[in-house]
């Protein structure tokens, strides 16, 4: 009884490593490469984008509550959108709303290192500025 207790450990312990090592490791993100990722239409159009799909949040509104929301984001090899965070909010549901608009985003342009694409981590800054006949 004892070897076959014995066994079974032994059989689950060498399945288990042999599960552990067929784990995938994600690929490196890069924050620096030869090539820079690029919005499709390039860095206007990126910024015309956000000002077209935008929603200033309603409790922002209220409060007025204005300033910048710092998103961070991976643009993947294959230029889709991944993986979005609120590195910095100002309250009000404006940081939900950023990441709303950074992942819908279409796909980018791929970053490249030797020519081959990458995955690159990208910092934007999204603003809120009421204007000035806000209520």
């Known amino acids: 009884m004892k070897k076959l207790i014995l066994l079974v450990v032994v059989a689950l312990f060498c399945c288990t490593s042999a599960m552990a090592q067929t784990v995938v490791v994600d690929e490196e993100i890069f924050l620096v490469v030869e090539n820079e990722p690029e919005f499709p239409g390039g860095e206007d159009s990126l910024y015309a984008y956000i000002a ?3 929603k200033y949040p309603e409790a922002a509104k209220k409060e007025k509550i204005e300033g910048r929301v ?3 984001f991976v ?3 294959d230029g889709q959108v991944s993986s979005a965070k ?3 909010d100002i309250g009000g549901g404006c940081g939900e709303e950023a990441i709303r608009v950074v992942k819908n985003m279409p796909k980018w342009k791929p ?3 030797r ?3 990458v995955r690159f981590q990208f910092n934007l800054p999204v603003s809120f500025m009421l ?3 806000a209520n």
């Open 111 to 113: 970053g490249t290192q």
């Open 86 to 88: 609120i590195l910095r």
């Open 131 to 133: 204007g000035k006949d």
């Open 70 to 72: 710092f998103v961070t």
């Open 75 to 77: 643009i993947e090899k």
């Open 115 to 117: 020519g081959n694409p």
């Open 52 to 54: 077209r799909n935008i």
